[in-house]
Structure formats: structure tokens, C-alpha cells
């Protein structure tokens, strides 16, 4: 359900509030004294700084891409290094060099020690090892080509985009809308980044309650191998378009698994989806279409479920206020739009689809990071 004008009366006493706060806010004067006072004069300063940081913002995660595209990150894993060490290893001009690291130092990545030597700070290491936060930041080069002029991409005179050529399945969900070579692109980038995902998705709802589990639109298996490492008992199965079931069942074939998933394809909009499984999984699969296409696919799935079956959808939702749902909002919100289609969702309106599609009871169940995925579960 798009977004709609539910009322159109005046507005309510809250926001008439946060009208009244913002006109406030606006006035200089007032923010001249709010820094000035003793109990509104620390928020005050953390509020500027925080729009400081929206405001540049660009530019950090430019500097992010650039000391992993330069191979600084990876040079300083293996230990502290000086300056003219890393000017030899990147291949950066000292003096640019010099540029960079005072960014990256800013930004929390490196640490430029009074000692002479260089060293990874805290988010230096954890992008460093982490292959999906890897795979993310470098596949933001396309992003960051569609966000050139990001206005023309609001208002839709903007269509041709790199996320769209790269997602060319998205909205069909069919297998004839892949061109040749986007499956690997796109299983790759998606398997990559699975990771941080699903040890928040194991955290926060128990498989082990279920005898069987099929992932739909699974990909290569990221989460069905470690929902296997987590609970070797479960039998699994993957579903996907065949070039992607393709992959998958390649992939499989060369890891040791107590019982290797079985590997589906097919569309999950027009094709009978496999049956006999008391737990069906949907992650990171709704937000990617138009409510027309989710409706429709919660519909095949509840056609091919039993009472007592459940489904399991787990993606970045919208909603919640704390900071990481924004960012999460924001971001992929952006991305999608990027892509031609899919939008980011409440739990609720995922709940009111699913109802519509014959699911009458779901809940909600939080993830540690809000900004990985939120769970709707939902019981035909």
C-alpha cells in the first residue's frame, strides 16, 4: 500500500508542536542562546554537529572508498606502518597521502601516531576484515554515479540508472528479465553481504523450532549455509530464478553440508512454489518490488502453505526512530529508488499486505541492529 493523505483536516497537536519548535529552531538568536545555556547548550552542539556530518557526508564516504580502493585498509593489516611505507604500497603521492589519512582519521579508520607509524582504528578494522561491508563500498561506485544529480532521480525525469541495469530483474521476478552475467553480479554483491544479516536474523528468531525451511528468492545460499551451521538438523531448500538456482546449487556442491539444500528454479510470481516445508523465509526479497508484486507473491506463497506453516520476512524496514532505522530508511529507500522499484516498508504495512494475502495473524519481533532487518512473522 502506497503512501496516501489519511486526513484532511487541520493539523494535530503534535504537529502543530513540532511546527512551532522548528520555527523556533530556525530564528539564530534562539540558537545563539540555546548553546549558551547550561542544561540546552550540549544538545544544542551535538545537533549541530550532526547536521554538520549530514551536510558532509558525502565527502566521508568518499574518503571510506578511496582508502579501501587505494589499498591503505588492507596495507595496515598486516601491522603499523609509516608514511613512506604507505606512499610506496598505495602508490599516492606523500603529500596526498598525507590528505587522505587526515580523513581517514577523522572518520575513525586509521590512527596517525605521534610515534611516526600508522595504524587501523576501530571502523579501519572492522571494513578491513569484513568482506560484505567490502563488497557494499565497492559496488557504490554505481551509486554514487545515479546520485550525480539526485533531484532528477526524485522526481523520475532520471529512469536509466546503473542500479537499474544492474537489477534488470527487478519487479518481474522472472527469469527472462535477467540479462547474461547480471545473475552472477547480483548473487555475488547479495552473498556478500549476507553475513552481518543473517547472524542477526539467527539471533532474534529460532529455526530450531522447525523441521524444514525453503529460502525464497535465496540466491547462491548465503543464509541457508548458515542457517545450516546453526542448526545442522534442519532440512533445506532454495528457491530462486534458475540462473541464480544455478549458481546456488554449484556453490553448494563444493561445501561440506550434512545435507546439501535442494536448489528450485523458477519465479515465485507465476511458477508452483515447493511445498511441505513448516518454515518459508523471504530476506531481503520484499523491498526490492511494488506492493502489486509483493501482494502477488505473498499470494503464490500462501497457496502453497499449510495451517500451522510459517513464513519468516526479514529486511530493513521503515518506521522505528532509533538512528539506525533512519539510516537504514534513507538508504535504502534511496537505493530502490535507484533500482525502479521497491520502497521501504513499516512491519505493519508488510502485516496488512500479508493479511490481504491470506495470512490473518503476524507479529514482530526486533533485531539487535535495526539497521541490518526487523522480522515480520506471518501464520496462514
Known sequence: ?????????????????????AA?????????LAQRLPMSGRYSRAR?????????????SQILFASLQSGLLDALTAGPLRESEL????????????????GAQSIGLIDLGRDGYVTLDDHGAVVASDGGLRAMIHHHALLYRDLADPLSLFDGSTTDTEMRRLWSYAGSGRESDVRPGDAAAYSALMAASQSMLSDEILDAYDFGRHASLVDI?????????????RYPGLRLSLFDLPPVAA???????????????????????????????????????????????????????RAAMEPGQTLVIAEPMAGD??????????????????????????????????????????????????LMATIVVAFP
Open 1 to 21: 500500500m502506497e503512501a496516501v493523505e489519511q486526513n484532511a483536516g487541520p493539523p494535530g497537536w503534535r504537529t502543530r508542536l513540532k511546527a512551532w519548535r
Open 24 to 32: 523556533l529552531v530556525a530564528r539564530p538568536g534562539f540558537r545563539r
Open 48 to 60: 549541530e554537529t550532526e547536521l554538520f556530518g549530514i551536510v558532509t557526508g558525502f565527502v566521508q
Open 87 to 102: 606512499s610506496r604500497t598505495t602508490g599516492l603521492p606523500a603529500e596526498r597521502l598525507r590528505r587522505l589519512l587526515q
Open 217 to 229: 528468492g535465496g540466491g547462491e545460499g548465503a543464509f541457508l549455509t548458515a542457517v545450516a551451521a
Open 247 to 301: 549458481r546456488a546449487r554449484e556453490k553448494f556442491s563444493t561445501q561440506t553440508l550434512g545435507d546439501c539444500p535442494r536448489c528450485h528454479g523458477g519465479s515465485f510470481l507465476d511458477d508452483p512454489l515447493p511445498r511441505g516445508h513448516d518454515c518459508v523465509t523471504l530476506i531481503r526479497v520484499l523491498f526490492d518490488h511494488e506492493d502489486a508484486t509483493v501482494l502477488r507473491l505473498l499470494q503464490n506463497l
Open 321 to 370: 526512530r532509533s538512528r539506525g532505522q533512519r539510516y537504514a530508511t534513507a538508504y535504502f529507500g534511496t537505493y530502490v529508488l535507484a533500482m525502479g522499484s521497491g520502497r521501504c516498508r513499516t512491519p505493519e504495512e508488510i502485516g496488512a499486505l500479508a493479511t490481504e494475502a491470506g495470512f490473518p495473524r503476524f507479529d514482530v519481533k526486533p533485531c539487535r541492529s535495526a
